[in-house]
């Protein structure tokens, strides 16, 4: 039987220490993310991305529809997401290849800003080992998922880049994956457990918000982030500074200390916070009404998912927080005009609350014919 999840990377959230993190779940990533994951971070895979980043000019992204943090604000000192990436996606500059880079930065930030276990603190995920590689059909329509540990809005794009050229954010830009329809699925881990084993819950569909005005490259297509996170209070009250990277300091959470030295510095720590708590960080689920942006589906709200409630032990005990319990599931066109050969697919999610972009890569195979290969 498999063991129920227990979260080693979020548990800091129950004092203040995780912010927003996601990863693919499907093709299975060079990160460890699979759909039995879901929004779970047991072993770092929510822990690629790249921060600070902020857009280089002005927001090309203020429709309403579109957004998903102060959707009704697109100008004025209330207009606090304004150089946030998703307010002008794939602008904003990455670090590394286009896989992300371990714990954002080659310094730690106290909002999740650290490296997996075992890996050293800003190494490129490219590095990552190759794993056994995907195979897509040229013209097909494939399958693509990623899951939310922590919400932070915004939008995400699929990209190519074949491995035989120098793989960078720039090659990825240069193969910006195209939707398939106009739905998403919700696909809940089959590793919830329950006291008979797991729960087996269907597939639902939920409306897909695909964006191409004022996305770059110019045209390329990205889909809004359809959970919305919940909405409490105007973060603009808590200000919008950047993290001061040459300030150290030992972030105070829960009224105990965090021994561990991190750059931010305290002003820029406390507005963080202030964010956090505007965004729902102590609610498992928004309450009704109190929503970025209208659910998509009854009790789709949320900043960091539920506790859960591991039925396996004895006792019965919560394993914490552990991130939404579902992936997102698109279908994407695999372009006819490419050559067959290796590629890695990036998953690139540009956030609307925060400075951040998440980032992962998985292997593709991508052939001309149905021939199946091992």
């Given amino acids: 039987m ?51 980043t902020t857009i280089p000019g002005k927001p090309t992204l203020n429709n309403p529809m579109a957004r998903t943090y102060n959707v009704k604000v697109s100008s004025g000192p209330h207009d606090w997401s304004r150089k946030m990436p998703w307010r002008a996606p794939g602008t904003a500059p990455v670090k590394g290849s286009g896989c992300g880079v371990a714990g954002g930065n080659v310094l730690p930030i106290p909002n999740g800003g650290n490296a997996p276990p075992g890996v050293q603190q800003g190494s490129d995920g490219l590095l990552l080992p190759e794993t056994k590689p995907t195979v897509w059909k040229k013209g097909q329509v494939a399958e ?4 939310i540990t922590a919400n932070h809005g915004g939008g995400y794009s699929w990209r190519l880049c074949h491995k035989h050229r120098n793989i960078t954010e720039e090659c990825f830009q ?67 500074r950047l993290p001061n990277m040459t300030e150290w300091f030992e972030p105070h959470a829960g009224g105990s200390k965090d021994h561990s030295k ?26 009704p009404g109190m929503t970025q942006f209208p659910e998509p589906l009854p009790g789709i709200g949320s900043y960091l998912g539920a506790f859960l409630v591991n039925e396996h032990a004895d006792p019965p005990s919560s394993t914490g927080i552990e991130g939404l319990p579902y992936s997102i599931v ?45």
Avoid at 276 to 286: H, I, N, V
């Fill in 144 to 147: 693509v998922a990623w899951a």
């Fill in 330 to 374: 698109d279908r994407i066109i695999v372009p006819s005009h490419i050559e067959a050969g290796e590629y890695l697919l990036s998953w690139r999610w540009d956030c609307e609350q925060s400075p951040q972009i998440w980032q992962n890569c998985a292997d593709v195979l991508i052939t001309d014919d149905d021939t199946i290969h091992v």
């Fill in 174 to 240: 240069q193969n910006v994956l195209r939707f398939a329809g106009n739905v998403s699925f919700l696909q809940y881990s089959d590793v919830i457990p329950n006291r008979e084993g797991f729960l087996k819950l269907p597939r639902m569909e939920l409306p897909l918000v695909v964006v191409s005005e004022g996305t770059f490259p110019p045209g390329s297509q990205w889909a809004r982030n359809p959970v919305p996170s919940c909405s409490y209070c105007d973060q603009a009250k808590c200000g919008t």
């Fill in 2 to 52: 498999k063991a129920a999840f227990v979260s080693s990377v979020c548990l800091g959230a129950l004092v203040g220490l995780c912010e927003g993190h996601g990863h693919i779940t499907y093709p299975p990533s060079r990160h460890g993310g699979n759909y039995s994951k879901a929004g779970f971070c047991q072993t770092g895979e929510c822990l690629w991305f790249s921060q600070p």
């Fill in 262 to 287: 991190y750059v931010g510095g305290e002003e820029w720590w406390k507005q963080e916070q202030c964010a956090q708590d505007c965004a729902g960080f102590s609610m498992m689920a928004c309450p």
